[in-house]
């Protein structure tokens, strides 16, 4: 059974600081997404990481696929309330296009 | 930009009602996704379908079942609802099974009492 671990659970943090999220496995996927997603409606995605050792930038976040493609970080910087939500990373693996989600990390940036 | 919809928002329904929950994307995926969110458990599959009059079995099928008569929509049914299935349902869609990025719907909060 694929599982995919986030840390942390929970972040609270102020406004300017700088953050990491972890999603951690021991299984290769062939791709890793990341979703953000504000209460009360649905993940929308942020980025898809295919290759080992990728990196990908939006804007003030940056999104890294792991040389083995087991893992996935997600840094922000100079965090703003804006990034408030809930971080979830998902995992591509089979031929049918499904997805395993991590549980998520719930971020909260306070002005 | 995809757009997923879901029919309702909100819902309560008491126990033992069946209950529609559709979902309908404007960009022609052929795949169709259904989970459920609950605190402490993430997402987790129910049904998906990679065609039309198609379905799989997620990780919880059980309660649960599905139809898909068109490509652009995907109706989730609980035959008998029970309080145990009070959650958000959120449903998903994809380009094809090549392409696996999801785009979702709003979600419905479903509370069964």
């Known amino acids: 059974t694929q599982l995919l671990e986030q840390s942390p659970q929970f972040l609270s943090i102020q406004e300017g600081e700088n953050l990491t999220v972890y999603c951690n496995s021991s299984?290769?996927?062939?791709?890793l997404q990341w979703y953000r997603q504000e209460p009360g409606e649905g993940p929308v995605l942020l980025v898809t990481?295919?290759?080992?050792?990728e990196v990908k930038k939006l804007k003030r976040l940056t999104f890294q696929f792991g040389d083995a493609r087991k893992d996935s970080s997600l840094h922000i910087t100079a965090a703003q309330p804006g990034d408030t939500g809930l971080y979830l990373c998902a995992g591509a693996w089979g031929s049918q296009g499904n997805l395993i989600f991590g549980k998520g990390t719930k971020l909260s940036v306070k002005p | 930009d995809v757009k997923v919809t879901q029919s309702s928002r909100y819902l309560v329904k008491r126990t033992g009602e069946k209950v529609f929950l559709e979902c309908v994307q404007d960009m022609d995926h052929e795949n169709m996704f259904w989970y459920r969110q609950d605190p402490g458990l993430g997402l987790r599959l129910i049904y998906f379908?990679?065609?039309?009059?198609?379905?799989e079995k997620g990780d919880i099928p059980e309660g649960y079942s599905v139809s898909r008569e068109k490509k652009e929509r995907f109706s989730l049914i609980l035959e008998s609802a029970s309080t145990n299935q009070t959650s958000m349902y959120l449903c998903?869609?994809?380009?094809?099974?090549?392409?696996?990025?999801?785009?979702f719907g709003p979600g419905t909060r479903l509370t069964v009492t």
């Open positions: 998903a869609s994809s380009l094809d099974r090549q392409l696996d990025e999801q785009y």
């Open positions: 379908s990679y065609d039309v009059k198609m379905k």
């Open positions: 990481v295919v290759t080992g050792g």
């Open positions: 299984s290769v996927f062939s791709s």
